[in-house]
C-alpha cells in the first residue's frame, strides 16, 4: 500500500496530493472522491485504493483491480469548466499520464481515443472525468503487475511489467502521475487547441487510421471508417467510404 508519508515528499509541496487518502482495499476511487468532493474536500486531494471491489470506468465498465496488481487513484478537482472544456481537458490528462510512465517506466505508450492508454496495441490504462458545475473527479486505473485477467479481458489487457525489465515502483509511478496531471492541469486554461493538436500528433487513432467505433451514439450501431482528426471540441471525425463525415462523441474505437 503506498503510504502518504512517503508519497507527499515526492510531490514536491504541490497542489496535488497536499490531502492524501490511502486504504487496502475501497469499492471505488471515484466514489470515494466524489462524495468527498460533494462534502467539501479541496482541490487535489488524492484518494488510493491497493485493491478496488467496484472499480469503474466509463459507459460503467468494470475496472479489474485486484489487490497489489495495480495503481488506482481518483483527484477532487474544481475547475472553471464550460462543458466544451470537459473533454479536452480530458484528453490533456491522458496525454499527462502517458508522460509519467514515460517519466517513470521509459516506456511510450499509445494513446486513444480519448482515454485509453496501450502498449503493443493492448490497454493498461483508463481514465475517467466526471464533471458538475461544482466539481469535478477524475479517476485513473494502471495495471502495473502480471495478473490473470478475466477471460473477456484477456486478449486485450496488459500490465505495465510485462514490458519492462525489471519490477515497476507503484510509489515512483504515482509520484509521476501526480505531478504530471497537476502540471497539465494548471497550464490547461486558454490552452485547448494546444492539447488538441498534440493530442492529434501523439495519437495514431485521431488521424488517418481506418477504425471501427462500437457503441457510439448514432443509433447504437457500429461505424466504420478513416479518422479524420478532432474538432474545436476535441469529437473524433469520422471519413466515410462515400465520402461522407459524422461526428463520434462516445464509443469505443478499434482498428479495422
Given at each position: 500500500?503506498?503510504?502518504?508519508?512517503?508519497?507527499?515528499?515526492?510531490?514536491?509541496?504541490?497542489?496535488?496530493?497536499?490531502?492524501?487518502?490511502?486504504?487496502?482495499?475501497?469499492?471505488?476511487?471515484?466514489?470515494?472522491?466524489?462524495?468527498?468532493?460533494?462534502?467539501?474536500?479541496?482541490?487535489?486531494?488524492?484518494?488510493?485504493a491497493?485493491?478496488?471491489?467496484?472499480?469503474?470506468?466509463?459507459?460503467?465498465?468494470?475496472?479489474h483491480?485486484?489487490?497489489?496488481?495495480?495503481?488506482?487513484?481518483?483527484?477532487?478537482?474544481?475547475?472553471?469548466?464550460?462543458?466544451?472544456?470537459?473533454?479536452?481537458?480530458?484528453?490533456?490528462?491522458?496525454?499527462?499520464?502517458?508522460?509519467?510512465?514515460?517519466?517513470?517506466?521509459?516506456?511510450?505508450?499509445?494513446?486513444?481515443?480519448?482515454?485509453?492508454?496501450?502498449?503493443?496495441?493492448?490497454?493498461?490504462?483508463?481514465?475517467?472525468?466526471?464533471?458538475?458545475?461544482?466539481?469535478?473527479v477524475?479517476?485513473?486505473?494502471?495495471?502495473?503487475?502480471?495478473?490473470?485477467?478475466?477471460?473477456?479481458?484477456?486478449?486485450?489487457?496488459t500490465?505495465?511489467?510485462?514490458?519492462?525489465?525489471?519490477?515497476?515502483?507503484?510509489?515512483?509511478?504515482?509520484?509521476?502521475?501526480?505531478?504530471?496531471?497537476?502540471?497539465?492541469?494548471?497550464?490547461?486554461?486558454?490552452?485547448?487547441?494546444?492539447?488538441?493538436?498534440?493530442?492529434?500528433?501523439?495519437?495514431?487513432?485521431?488521424?488517418?487510421?481506418?477504425?471501427?467505433?462500437?457503441g457510439?451514439v448514432?443509433?447504437?450501431?457500429?461505424?466504420?471508417?478513416v479518422?479524420?482528426?478532432?474538432?474545436?471540441?476535441?469529437?473524433?471525425?469520422?471519413?466515410?467510404?462515400?465520402?461522407?463525415?459524422?461526428l463520434?462523441?462516445?464509443?469505443?474505437?478499434?482498428?479495422?
Open positions: 500500500m503506498i503510504a502518504p508519508a512517503e508519497l507527499r515528499p515526492l510531490l514536491a509541496g504541490g497542489r496535488f496530493g497536499a490531502a492524501i487518502h490511502s486504504a487496502a482495499s475501497l469499492p471505488s476511487t471515484q466514489q470515494a472522491a466524489l462524495e468527498a468532493a460533494a462534502a467539501g474536500a479541496s482541490e487535489g486531494t488524492l484518494f488510493l491497493q485493491a478496488q471491489t467496484q472499480g469503474r470506468g466509463r459507459h460503467g465498465h468494470a475496472w483491480s485486484p489487490p497489489g496488481a495495480g495503481l488506482y487513484l481518483s483527484l477532487v478537482l474544481r475547475p472553471r469548466l464550460t462543458p466544451q472544456q470537459t473533454l479536452p481537458l480530458t484528453l490533456a490528462f491522458g496525454l499527462a499520464v502517458a508522460d509519467a510512465v514515460e517519466e517513470s517506466c521509459r516506456l511510450r505508450p499509445e494513446i486513444r481515443w480519448p482515454n485509453d492508454l496501450l502498449l503493443e496495441g493492448r490497454k493498461f490504462c483508463g481514465l475517467l472525468l466526471e464533471a458538475n458545475p461544482d466539481f469535478a477524475l479517476g485513473v486505473g494502471i495495471n502495473v503487475a502480471p495478473q490473470p485477467f478475466p477471460p473477456e479481458l484477456e486478449p486485450i489487457a500490465a505495465l511489467e510485462w514490458h519492462t525489465p525489471a519490477p515497476v515502483s507503484r510509489l515512483q509511478l504515482c509520484a509521476a502521475v501526480v505531478r504530471q496531471l497537476e502540471r497539465r492541469y494548471l497550464g490547461f486554461a486558454g490552452r485547448e487547441r494546444e492539447v488538441l493538436a498534440e493530442f492529434e500528433s501523439r495519437s495514431r487513432y485521431a488521424r488517418g487510421l481506418e477504425v471501427v467505433v462500437g457510439s448514432m443509433g447504437g450501431c457500429a461505424l466504420r471508417g479518422t479524420a482528426g478532432l474538432d474545436e471540441s476535441g469529437f473524433l471525425r469520422l471519413r466515410h467510404p462515400d465520402g461522407s463525415f459524422s463520434v462523441t462516445s464509443g469505443d474505437v478499434r482498428p479495422a
